[in-house]
T-cell receptor, first 114, second 115 residues
Framework: EAGVAQSPRYKIIEKRQSVAFWCNPISGHATLYWYQQILGQGPKLLIQFQNNGVVDDSQLPKDRFSAERLKGVDSTLKIQPAKLEDSAVYLC????????????FGQGTRLTVV | AQSVTQLGSHVSVSEGALVLLRCNYSSSVPPYLFWYVQYPNQGLQLLLKYTTGATLVKGINGFEAEFKKSETSFHLTKPSAHMSDAAEYFCAVSDRGGTASKLTFGTGTRLQVTL
């Protein structure tokens, strides 16, 4: 079974530039999550999708971050414009359904904003 | 609101020694509890989880954890550490809210294994 795919693995941009991350979840998984992991901290949920609907985006900085999940499958997370404090690893995860079941994580995208 | 506290950001043990990583949780409803491991430049991998039933949960790589409701704890243990266990370990909690459930992580504990 293929895992959660994310691209790119690494990205370096200047502040005020835009960046987009892509995630392809495990086939058939209805729930998709984007987490932000700042160095030395635990992952923080940014947004959670159930199929192509948003379940929770309470911690997403909506003035600069946006996310969508097309047709309930792939997802993109965008930052525009980026700030220095956005430097982090962005993790995508998927699960087949309600939690109690396991969330499977991709390898993440390491973003450095200079 | 739910939260997780991991005591000790760094733990160092000798190879062959007992591993004990501490996790305490806060949840207004009976929780689901998880331990994940993260190797350098990798995503998170599930070690074990507690949902219902037996409070002693066994996971991969010889790890186990015990859910203690009275202590609101879910400590991770392994009888004998191996060099390959060196990694970052995260405890996480979720409520039982169905599709609206979210997974909340602790700040992590970095395990170092020495010869």
């Amino acid at each position: 079974e293929a895992g959660v795919a994310q691209s790119p693995r690494y990205k370096i941009i200047e502040k005020r530039q835009s960046v987009a991350f892509w995630c392809n979840p495990i086939s058939g998984h209805a729930t998709l999550y984007w987490y932000q992991q700042i160095l030395g901290q635990g992952p923080k949920l940014l947004i959670q999708f159930q199929n192509n609907g948003v379940v929770d985006d309470s911690q997403l900085p909506k003035d600069r971050f946006s996310a969508e999940r097309l047709k309930g499958v792939d997802s993109t997370l965008k930052i525009q414009p980026a700030k220095l404090e956005d430097s982090a690893v962005y993790l995508c995860a998927s699960s087949p359904g309600p939690l109690g079941t396991e969330a499977f994580f991709g390898q993440g995208t390491r973003l450095t904003v200079v | 609101a739910q939260s997780v506290t991991q005591l000790g950001s760094h733990v160092s043990v000798s190879e062959g020694a007992l591993v004990l990583l501490r996790c305490n949780y806060s949840s207004s409803v009976p929780p689901y509890l998880f331990w994940y491991v993260q190797y350098p430049n990798q995503g998170l991998q599930l070690l074990l989880k507690y949902t219902t039933g037996a409070t002693l949960v066994k996971g991969i790589n010889g790890f186990e954890a015990e859910f203690k409701k009275s202590e609101t704890s879910f400590h991770l243990t392994k009888p004998s550490a191996h060099m390959s266990d060196a990694a970052e370990y995260f405890c996480a909690v979720s409520d039982r809210g169905g599709t609206a459930s979210k997974l909340t992580f602790g700040t992590g504990t970095r395990l170092q294994v020495t010869l």
